[in-house]
C-alpha cells in the first residue's frame, strides 16, 4: 500500500524569508504521480502541481518551485520570498498509474506567515 | 459551470439522522471521488466513479454510507443514522478520468458535517 509522510505538522517563518515543506512517499510502483495541494482557510483544496514519477526534471513556477528526487522518495516544495497569502494547510499526495484512480494525502504542513 | 460545487456547505445533524451532501462535478468530468477530511487531518478516500459506474467503495467506513451517480454527472453521498464520528469535512473532486499522467482532480469547497 502507498502511504505519504508530511513530517513537519506546523510551520512558521517571518514574511520574506524562504520556506521549505517536505514529503516523503511510500510505494512500490514504478509509475505513479504526485501532486501538492494548498487549502486555505475557506477549506477548498487548490491545485498546484503535478509530477509523473519517469520525470525528475526539477519546476519552478515564480515564487514556488519543487524538487523531486527518487532516490529518497521525495517531493518537497520551496516557497521564495515568502507572503501573507501563503498562509494555509499543505497537502501531498500520490497517485498510482494503475488500478484506482484515488489520491492518497499526506497529513498537511499548515504554514503560517507573519507579517 | 466554472467549478466543483457541492451542497449544503455545512450540515448540524442530530444523531441518528439521515443526510445527504451533493456534488456537481464539472462538466465532462468523467471520474468523480468523495473523500473524508476530519479535523487537523489529510483527506481520506470513500469512493469513487467512473460515469455512473461506482469502481471501488472500499473507503466507505460503514454499511450507514452510500454513494451514488445514476446518470453519471450529478452524485450523492448519504450517511444513515448519523454518529458523531462521522463529524467531518466531506469533499467532493472531480477529474478528466482515464488515469493519465495529464489527470487531475479538481476539488469542491466541501461540505462541513457536524453531528450532534
Known amino acids: 500500500a502507498q502511504k505519504v509522510t508530511q513530517a513537519q505538522t506546523e510551520i512558521s517563518v517571518v514574511e520574506k524569508e524562504d520556506v521549505t515543506l517536505d514529503c516523503v512517499y511510500e510505494?512500490?510502483?514504478?509509475?505513479?504521480?504526485l501532486f501538492w495541494y494548498k487549502q486555505p482557510p475557506s477549506g477548498e483544496l487548490v491545485f498546484l502541481i503535478r509530477?509523473?514519477?519517469?520525470?525528475?526534471q526539477n519546476e519552478i513556477s515564480g515564487r514556488y518551485s519543487w524538487n523531486f528526487q527518487k532516490s529518497t522518495s521525495s517531493f518537497n516544495f520551496t516557497i521564495t520570498a515568502s507572503q501573507v497569502v501563503d498562509s494555509a494547510v499543505y497537502f501531498c499526495?500520490?497517485?498510482?498509474?494503475?488500478?484506482?484512480?484515488?489520491?492518497?494525502f499526506g497529513t498537511g504542513t499548515r504554514l503560517t506567515i507573519i507579517p | 459551470g466554472a467549478g466543483v460545487s457541492q451542497s449544503p456547505r455545512y450540515k448540524v445533524a442530530k444523531r441518528g439522522q439521515d443526510v445527504a451532501l451533493r456534488c456537481d462535478p464539472i462538466?465532462?468530468?468523467?471520474?468523480l471521488f468523495w473523500y473524508q477530511q476530519a479535523l487537523g487531518q489529510g483527506p481520506e478516500f470513500l469512493t469513487y466513479?467512473?460515469?455512473?459506474?461506482?469502481?471501488?467503495k472500499s473507503g466507505l467506513p460503514s454499511d450507514r454510507f452510500f454513494a451514488e451517480r445514476p446518470e453519471g454527472s450529478v452524485s450523492t453521498l448519504k450517511i444513515q443514522r448519523t454518529q458523531q464520528e462521522d463529524s467531518a469535512v466531506y469533499l467532493c473532486?472531480?477529474?478528466?478520468?482515464?488515469?493519465?499522467?495529464?489527470?487531475?482532480?479538481?476539488f469542491g469547497p466541501g461540505t462541513r458535517l457536524t453531528v450532534l
Open positions: 462538466s465532462g468530468h468523467v471520474s
Open positions: 510505494t512500490r510502483d514504478t509509475t505513479y504521480y
Open positions: 509530477r509523473n514519477s519517469f520525470d525528475e
Open positions: 473532486a472531480s477529474s478528466l478520468g482515464g488515469g493519465s499522467w495529464a489527470d487531475t482532480q479538481y
Open positions: 466513479f467512473q460515469n455512473e459506474a461506482q469502481l471501488d
Open positions: 499526495a500520490l497517485r498510482l498509474h494503475f488500478g484506482n484512480e484515488k489520491l492518497t
